[in-house]
């Protein structure tokens, strides 16, 4: 007997947590009632990823009254898509929903899209942004240029401008338990494993407060898990690269020669130098995509855990994966 049978709980909405304060407040006041309105029995698993600020005292209060709510706090910050996974394996929902806390994605859209995977039948439903005026130009611009990127390498079955608002049925979600990654990108993941899906439509809106907690340090990292976590593409680069870098070198060596045969052989110390700044650079590259992807074997091979679990108000306060 699966979980959601055993609980009786056909929603669990995932909502990863850092540093969120100061939005708390309006979560709960509109994603509440948009769960309310369901008529489903329900649980809100509110992951705080090792906040410093009082977001953890704030969802103890809340907790008191909104039984509903369940509060999973991890020991440290792990990141977004480690929060993300600890949400997503101890939900116990028919369904599961994950959405942000900055309520730029609309609570009101989880309805609709339960009812939409019910309807068809669909174990997946993505939250699609289709308008995203309110964020800045350079985000727009590097969200898409991180999709195009992202759908050449990996394929057409990423939808474009869908994060990580989006419901998975029980089986989509035990699915994701069973693979084996370390550095898990689910914008990625879920569509790389087939199921039946659908999408919903929604304009994103503004952050409602705080500051956003992916900079571009984090954006950087995220497309690097993205690519190297699914395409072979840069070791393929790295080749292309060193094929150039020998053909240049032949012409070169060819140039040399001709110079020499010509009797002009005067000390050329600029074609010497941009050829020897072109070799080093292409190595340099080359190890580097390499130690990208020797860096992902290291950390598989060690196979620390994603998070652990201090508290968790909905089961045993020491469990952990």
């Given at each position: 007997m699966s979980s959601a049978a055993r609980t009786g709980i056909t929603l669990s909405?995932?909502?990863?947590?850092?540093?969120?304060?100061?939005a708390l407040a309006a979560l709960v006041a509109r994603l509440r009632p948009a769960l309310d309105g369901i008529g489903e029995p329900y649980e809100v698993v509110a992951v705080d990823d090792g906040s410093t600020d009082k977001t953890p005292e704030l969802l103890h209060d809340l907790r008191a009254g909104w039984?509903?709510?369940?509060?999973?706090?991890?020991?440290?910050?792990?990141?977004?898509?480690?929060a993300l996974t600890a949400g997503l394996e101890l939900a116990v929902g028919a369904y599961v929903a994950s959405i942000d806390a900055d309520l730029q994605?609309?609570?009101?859209?989880?309805?609709?899209?339960?009812?939409?995977a019910r309807a068809e039948r669909l174990d997946i439903v993505y939250g699609v942004r289709e308008d995203r005026s309110t964020d800045s130009g350079f985000k727009r611009r590097t969200a898409g240029a991180y999709y195009w990127l992202i759908r050449r390498l990996v394929g057409r079955q990423v939808p474009a401008q869908a994060g990580d608002f989006r419901l998975l049925s029980r089986e989509a979600v035990e699915a994701l338990r069973e693979l084996p990654e370390q550095h898990r990108v689910y914008r990625l993941l879920v569509p790389w494993l087939g199921f039946p899906s659908?999408?919903?439509?929604?304009?994103r809106e503004e952050r409602v407060a705080g500051r956003t907690k992916y900079p571009v340090?984090?954006?950087?990292?995220?497309?690097?898990?993205s690519v190297t976590g699914f395409s072979a593409a840069p070791l393929r680069v790295a080749t292309w690269l060193g094929v150039l870098s020998f053909l240049?070198?032949?012409?070169?060596?060819?140039?040399?020669?001709?110079?020499?045969?010509a009797g002009m052989t005067v000390p050329g110390w600029t074609s010497l130098f941009v050829g020897v700044l072109f070799i080093g650079a292409v190595q340099l590259v080359c190890v580097g995509l390499l130690g990208e992807y020797v860096a992902r074997i290291y950390t598989a091979v060690q196979r620390r855990p994603a998070y652990f679990v201090a508290e968790d108000t909905g089961t045993d306060p020491t469990a952990q994966r």
């Open positions: 909405v995932v909502v990863p947590m850092f540093n969120e304060q100061d039984p509903e709510l369940r509060m999973v706090r991890l020991r440290r910050n792990c990141g977004h898509q480690a994605d609309p609570p009101e859209k989880v309805a609709e899209m339960l009812a939409l659908g999408e919903v439509r929604y304009v340090g984090k954006m950087v990292r995220l497309a690097l898990d240049t070198c032949l012409l070169l060596v060819v140039f040399s020669l001709s110079v020499y045969l």
